[in-house]
């Protein structure tokens, strides 16, 4: 029972760092090919988030290369401070706009880094209590 359960954790901790690693592939690759551009805060919406730590969510209005505009909302909320007619960086793929994410390390990079960490540590811990025997 003990060896299922360590090949079980490790099993789900490679997962962790295999989807981490392709996630930030994928990201590397979206904002090597994507337009650059910047957005303008035109609404911003508030939640209470963990521990009630007020959190934002910028709704967001920018103009492609073509001249049409659209206006991203995002579904998540950031614990980081925007202000009205704030301009932020944002990139959205050539052909499907509205598939537009703002330009921070944070929004792009961190999640992929955060999975790759947890995968890591995991394999880590897996590896020590193989050791512990």
Known sequence: ??????????????????????????????????????ATVIEIKYALGRNNVKTQSPVLSFTTTKGDKYKYDPDSFFPVTYKLGQEIP??????????????SFRALYLPPLLLIVLGLVGIGVSWWLYQKK
């Open 90 to 103: 944002v990139l959205y793929p050539e052909q499907q706009p509205a598939l537009v994410k703002i330009n």
């Open 1 to 38: 029972m003990k060896y299922f359960i360590l090949i079980l954790s490790s099993l789900l901790t490679l997962v962790f760092l295999v989807t981490g690693v392709k996630f930030f592939i994928d990201t590397w690759k979206f904002k090597k090919k994507a337009i650059h551009t910047t």
